[in-house]
């Protein structure tokens, strides 16, 4: 079976950017593929964050995605830090990595910009630790949202640089891109992101996401009610393509282009059709949150299997590299 990596940062809420660009897909692969699915802390680390909060935050983030439906029986889910090789083999992709091709990615570029005051080298070697994650199991897919594509590409030169450099050991992995790759925020303007505070959250109550979706920007050339509207320039209607029936969208298109419908209507909807997508996850949430259980044995199932695969890579990674082996100098 082919294997898919990806992962998920514990830097906040699970927003319902990464459900669609991410972790709703992943569970569409987790029968036709070998999945391993991470909770990345150590790219989280490379953003300022409170240490008292890191370990629930982990525990949440893996909590949620199970809760979205990540069936750890299913898939393998683990923490990044829990197995130490993926340091390791960041350490040796460094070495293959020109700072040329880091300081070009856009991610560091706006990460940058938004934390002026804490641009460290891990931010910097972000992508090269995202390629370690994914080439450490020597994955053949990583289901990505369209911000992070471009580090699957810097993956993909890595991997052809290790190979050229020392041995042919790596496949170069493919982007599997999410039927929704990106949604913006509630602005309608930047990406949905944890950080920027525009995102709606998995698992806030119903009343916070209708508040915050009768408040998100729409097609902002529709000024008055009776102004004809267009669906494709609108935020709201992306997240409608995700979760409404295809009978409901064909009613929205119409209404919106006719005016016959407004936008608060065209809302009311789509809060109807999350809900019923949201609601189970919420419930399926609360439950593990009374007993976590099943969260802390699949995270100690998942770093196990992980740890047996990446000591195997890494044995292959150090030998190609020409490191002297501590049982070879007896
Ligand atoms: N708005 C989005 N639309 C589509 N996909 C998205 N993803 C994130 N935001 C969107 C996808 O979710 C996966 C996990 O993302 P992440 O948590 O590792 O990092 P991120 O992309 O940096 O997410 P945030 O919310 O923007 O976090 P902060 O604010 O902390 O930087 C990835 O596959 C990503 O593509």
Known sequence: MDRVFSGIQP??????????GAIKHWVELIDQYDCIYCIVDYHAMTVPYEPGEMSRRILDAALVNIA?????????????????????????????TPIGDLERMTQFKEKAKQHRKHVNAGLLDYPVLQAADILLYKAHYVPVGVDQVQHVELTREIARRFNQRFAPIFPEPQVLHSPTPKILGLDGQSKMSKSLNNYIGMLEPPDVIWEKLRTAVTDVQRVRRSD????????????????????????????????????VDCKRLLFEHMMKELDPIRQRAESLRRDDGPVRRALIRGAERCREIAREVMKEVRSSAGLLPLDAIS
């Open 228 to 263: 004809p509207g267009e669906p494709t320039r609108c935020n709201i209607y992306t997240i409608h393509q995700a979760f409404s029936p295809s009978e409901v969208l064909k009613e929205i298109e119409s209404g919106c282009r006719s005016a016959g419908l407004g936008c």
């Open 68 to 96: 979205c439906g990540l069936d750890p029986e299913r898939c393998t889910l683990f923490v990044q830090s829990h197995v130490p090789e993926h340091t390791e083999l960041t350490w040796i992709f460094n070495c293959v």
């Open 11 to 20: 830097t906040g809420e699970v927003h319902i950017g990464n459900y669609l």
